[in-house]
């Protein structure tokens, strides 16, 4: 779900020096990019956050955060639960999440889920993922 808009996500923070691995274990940001289309989608995703727990356990600087449309619609009961997210952006702030992670990071929960009317994210050359060379993603619509 949502591979393009992380692809996005991923050539954001990789211009401000972050960097991506596969080894979720050795991760100092964990983001989960939710869809909140079905319940069964929401549902993998509380899964999902209660499976990295005992990560964020082992590792107390780790960061955690939920961003897309389900955390733009849930936001408050996700900050609520276990503190497991440190993080929760919607689908229009991700150019903000350099500066929510150094908020995070500083102790505090940062939060952002203010939508536009004018984010298209069109400036920017998304970071593939797979490496097949064969597809890729074209935005018909947002939301």
Request: aromatic share 6%.
């Amino acid at each position: 779900m949502n591979v393009a808009d992380s692809e996005i996500v991923l050539a954001i923070l990789k211009d401000k020096g972050f960097k991506y691995t596969n080894d979720i274990s050795s991760a100092e940001l964990i983001l989960i990019n939710t869809c909140s289309i079905r319940d069964n989608a929401e549902q993998r995703i509380w899964g999902r956050l209660k499976e990295v727990s005992h990560l964020k356990k082992k590792n107390k600087y780790l960061i955690v955060g939920l961003i897309g449309c389900m955390a733009e619609r849930l936001k408050e009961k996700v900050l609520e639960t276990d503190r497991l997210v440190d993080i929760v952006v919607g689908p229009d702030a991700y150019r903000f999440l350099p500066d929510l992670v150094a908020e995070a990071e500083s102790g505090h929960k940062a939060v952002n889920v203010l939508l536009s009317r004018e984010e298209t994210y069109a400036d920017i050359s998304p970071v593939r993922m797979d490496r097949n060379g064969v597809s890729s993603f074209v935005s018909i619509m947002r939301g």
